[in-house]
């Protein structure tokens, strides 16, 4: 079992910026694929950005040049900077990590983008 803790969520002003941690445990050793999706009250939960393996990135289109994922394997730790925030990036973020055929999700953090 793999075992996912977000944080670094919180309420901050247009144009503002958060970084958002994302610390895995348990049978952690090996993941590849790792990231962020999101979901807005109302929408269905979407994609943020992820490592499809364990170095190459893909990113929304709402977020390019925006968003930045990166990782610290070491700790088993992915990470989401997020730069230029919108009222629109408002939403529940969770992390996602898949190993050896399982989906393993974290509870979610709070991301709140308002004046």
């Known amino acids: 079992q793999v075992q996912l803790v977000e944080s670094g969520g919180g309420l901050v002003q247009p144009g503002g910026s958060l970084r958002l941690s994302c610390a895995a445990s348990g049978s952690a050793f090996g993941i590849r694929v790792m990231g962020w999706y999101r979901q807005a009250p109302g929408k269905e939960r979407e994609l943020v950005a992820t490592?499809?393996?364990?170095?190459?990135?893909n990113y929304a289109d709402s977020v390019k040049g925006r968003f930045t994922i990166s990782r610290d394997n070491a700790k088993n730790t992915v990470y989401l900077q997020m730069n230029s925030l919108k009222p629109d990036d408002t939403a529940v973020y969770y992390c996602?990590?898949?190993?050896?055929?399982?989906?393993?999700w974290g509870q979610g953090t709070q991301v709140t983008v308002s004046s």
């Open positions: 490592f499809t393996n364990g170095f190459t990135t």
């Open positions: 996602n990590a898949r190993l050896n055929g399982k989906i393993y």
